[in-house]
């Protein structure tokens, strides 16, 4: 097996052992980059020589007898959304050209701490404004079981990674979905915690009451251990929890026999594509078999997420991107007034995205329409938030697919906003009410007219506040029934990406 195949808890244990060195996993990974990268267009930047100093540095702690961490050597990529003290953090927009971060957000920090070896910044949409990562100012990036479709996103650079054996795990951050989608898409494990449950410090505001940090990994076990090492209260985010941090990736053999789990019929009901709901309800038969009771049931609140969600965040960002104005951030133009320097920097440095989210936040912020959409939207939310709770009275985990269809192909998604933004239907809901939430492959579902092509499939499992424990343990239940296919295929998808072309550079 190379290097590049291996867990983070195999590279963990390896390099403990002293039978790899922190150095050789990270060399074998920085070649599989060069070899790979140029056909998958996941890095906006690769750290080598930064790499090179943090993967010395954990040979040298195990030389010295010191305890290196639980994620020793292991590489992780990091969205470009998360600040890294000294290096470049793009959002992928043009208006933080130059932009140096001056610290490093905590949860990185955290990782560092426990061994693992920053490699890199991923690719996303704007911002985190998207479900594709074409809405990226640099470059698209390609999904690596084909790379025709779109990796998803916004964290679609870490997503692809991570699945072609670029990044042993990788860091996104969720909003609306930007993690569980593109772990979806791409056949591999994301996990969202409970808000508060890792400090957002040093992650770029998108739109502060829904964002979370969260783990992309290759398997259940992976993502558990990444989730340990970076979690738990920070005094420099305020919405960070104090509750105890749980040793996850030692619990997810807990039985899942008794398991009370809910199916949402209003997560069911929106344009979900035959393959999807075939791989869905296989996965459902499975789980029903090792003992868990599935039952339908309703959360009427939930048909009116999307459009919670599509007032909620662009008000939310409107306000956090005010910052941008090219005074004091990266792109700079000059004016004949200072009105005249914020039209010129905004306009050149915000993509049409982007523009219109903040356009749209504006509007419903302002004072003529807060009533009408701001305030009747968090009215809703409390809504939301309550339909969610009552369901947990009955059940322990909520399931859905992730998303409705497989990964689509690029330029394929609809130019008409509103099509984009229906897409995200399955997992804005859990944003506004801060529940944890996975997606974690559950099968394959052929595309049509792809003549047997197939393509991963996502499931979701929802659970309450905080209780990332049987999410997890769910998941791992899910893992146990696909993982001999999965590894399979995965195994044959990353043989071929030697064989891709490279990636036509994108305007
Ligand atoms: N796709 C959603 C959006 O465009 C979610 C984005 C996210 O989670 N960052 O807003």
Known sequence: MELWELSAWEISEKVKAKEVSAQE???????????????????????????????????AKIAGGEDPGILAGVPCALKDNLNLRGTACTCAS???????????ATAVARLIEQGAVITGKTNMDEFAMGSSTERSAFMVTRNPWD????????????????????STVALGSDTGGSIRQPAAFTGIVGLKPTYGRVSRYGL??????????????????????????????????????DRPVVPWSKRLERPVKGLR????????????????????????ERLAGM???????????????????????????????????????????????????????RGEGFGPEVRRRIMLGTFA???????????????????????????????????SPTTPTVAFKIGEESEDPMTRYMADVMTVSINLAGLPAVSVPCGFAEIPDGAGKEMPCGLQII?????????????????SFVKEELEEKSAQMRRNLLLAEECEPVD
Do not use: W
């Open 25 to 59: 996993v990270l060399e074998a990974h920085l070649s599989r980059i060069a070899e790979v990268d140029p056909s998958i267009c996941s890095f906006l930047s690769v750290l080598e020589a930064e790499a090179r100093i943090a993967a010395s540095r954990v040979d």
């Open 94 to 104: 043009k208006i933080l050209d130059g932009y140096i971060s001056p610290y490093t």
């Open 291 to 345: 003992g868990v009771i599935v039952e339908e049931t309703s959360l009427p609140s939930l048909a009116y997420a999307l459009d919670v969600y599509y007032v909620i965040a662009p008000a939310e960002a409107s306000s956090n991107l005010s910052r941008f104005d090219g005074v004091r951030y990266g792109l700079s133009k000059r004016g004949k007034g200072y009105l005249d320097m914020y039209r010129e920097t």
């Open 204 to 241: 770029v505001a998108f739109a502060s009451s829904l964002d979370q940090i969260g783990p992309f990994a290759r398997d259940v076990r992976d993502a558990a251990l990444v989730l340990e090492a970076m979690a738990g209260f920070d005094p420099a985010d305020a919405t960070s929890s």
């Open 365 to 399: 912020l302002s004072a003529d329409q807060y009533e009408a959409y701001y305030l009747r939207a968090a009215k809703i939310r409390t809504l939301i938030r309550r339909d969610f709770e009552r369901a947990f009275q009955s059940y322990d985990v909520l399931l």
């Open 147 to 166: 790379t025709d479709r779109a990796p998803g996103g916004s964290s679609g650079g870490s997503a692809a990674a991570v699945a072609a054996g670029l």
């Open 261 to 284: 789990a809910g199916v949402p019929k209003e997560l069911l009901g929106f344009g979900v594509s035959e393959g999807v709901k075939s791989a869905f309800y296989s996965a459902l």
């Open 463 to 479: 659970g309450k506040p905080f209780d990332e424990e049987t999410v997890l343990a769910a998941a791992y239940a899910v893992e």
